[in-house]
């Protein structure tokens, strides 16, 4: 596609839910990554993927956080037993190859209650 | 120490100055650097990458980096109310081989009309 695309762009879901934040790279690029974004702070690394392997994922949280690209596509980041703590702005981003600049979409903005 | 350091501002110009923004970074072998700009309430968008000690001029913007120092700037000049955002500084440790791009906190500008 001509950008990177996220759904849904917002999520309200009860504490305890399991969500599924999705992430659609531009066309092309092997390398994703994801984010998460608290308000006046810069993105902070989850995970990230060059084609379908997940190459580090230091920055997931815990292990009710995981994340998926099986076909080095289309990417989910998977949250189960959600905590209010959870709640953030969710970024995925993309690139032509490691190393270089992101481009990002517009993110997921989940709120748990 | 943080890994990425920015001053979170705000730091206010009036227009047509010169804005000057800058970041420190803990890790030495870090060898890729980038300046990212997010207005309130959207994706941060890549405006700059440099690679190597000195300048890069792209239009009004100038990025500078100096390796020994561990040090890396954002000259905007003749600044716009436009302008107004936050840049994010964000390094890469790993040199045209992946790996996650670390962001500092932001530093919030505004331009004055």
């Known amino acids: 596609g001509a950008g990177v695309s996220q759904s849904p762009r917002y999520k309200v879901t009860k504490r305890g839910q399991d969500v599924a934040l999705r992430c659609d790279p531009i066309s092309g690029h092997v390398s994703l990554y994801w984010y998460r974004q608290a308000l006046g702070q810069g993105p902070e690394f989850l995970t990230y993927f060059n084609y379908e392997a997940q190459q580090d994922k230091s920055g997931l949280p815990n292990d009710r956080f995981s994340a998926e690209r099986p076909e080095g596509s289309i990417s989910t980041l998977t949250i189960q037993r959600t905590e209010q703590r959870d709640s953030a702005m969710y970024r995925c981003a993309s690139s032509l190859t490691g190393g270089y600049g992101y481009t990002f979409g517009s993110g997921t903005r989940l709120t748990v209650v | 120490q943080k890994e990425v350091e920015q001053n979170s501002g705000p730091l206010s110009v009036p227009e047509g100055a010169i804005a000057s923004l800058n970041c420190t970074y803990s890790?030495?072998?870090?060898?890729?650097f980038f300046w990212y700009r997010q207005y309130s309430g959207k994706s941060p968008e890549l405006i700059m990458s440099?690679?190597?000690?000195g300048d890069k001029e792209d239009g009004r913007f100038t990025a500078q980096l100096n390796k020994a120092s561990q040090y890396v700037s954002l000259l905007i000049r003749d600044s716009q109310p436009s302008d107004s955002a936050t840049y994010l500084c964000?390094?890469?440790?790993?040199?045209?081989?992946?790996?996650?791009?670390?962001f500092g906190q932001g530093t919030e500008l505004s331009v004055k009309p």
């Open positions: 440099i690679y190597s000690n």
């Open positions: 964000a390094v890469n440790m790993m040199n045209n081989q992946g790996g996650k791009l670390i």
């Open positions: 890790d030495r072998v870090s060898q890729s």
